[in-house]
Nanobody
Framework: QVQLVESGGGLVQAGGSLRLSCAAS????????MGWYRQAPGKQRELVAA??????????SVKGRFTISFTISRDNAKNTVALQMNSLKPEDTAVYYC?????????WGQGTQVTVSS
């Protein structure tokens, strides 16, 4: 079983920045798609950003403000996918989830709260 552990959420004023990180308990990020999703109260979970080999994809609402990236540890034992969030808006407030999906797996993190005050 793979664990995804998120960190970096918190409270920030509109216009500010936060960086979310997601670490896997073992090396799985080299396969499949890695993504960040979010779910606001009363709304469905939505894809924010996704990363696969040589390609990134962003929701229209975050294009130009958010950046997804992947870091490989030296020993390849733990890899990290990050979400840099700039120019945050109150409508970005949600619980953010890390996801790793492949042909034979689909893992989710526990979620981290991001709150943007106006």
């Amino acid at each position: 079983q793979v664990q995804l552990v998120e960190s970096g959420g918190g409270l920030v004023q509109a216009g500010g920045s936060l960086r979310l990180s997601c670490a896997a308990s073992r090396s799985i990020f080299s396969r499949g798609v890695m993504g960040w999703y979010r779910q606001a109260p009363g709304k469905q979970r939505e894809l924010v950003a996704a990363l696969t080999t040589g390609r990134t994809n962003y929701a229209d609402s975050v294009k130009g403000r958010f950046t997804i990236s992947f870091t490989i540890s030296r020993d390849n034992a733990k890899n990290t996918v990050a979400l840099q969030m700039n120019s945050l808006k109150p409508e970005d407030t949600a619980v953010y989830y890390c996801n790793a999906m492949g042909p034979d797996y689909n893992y989710w993190g526990q979620g981290t709260q991001v709150t943007v005050s106006s």
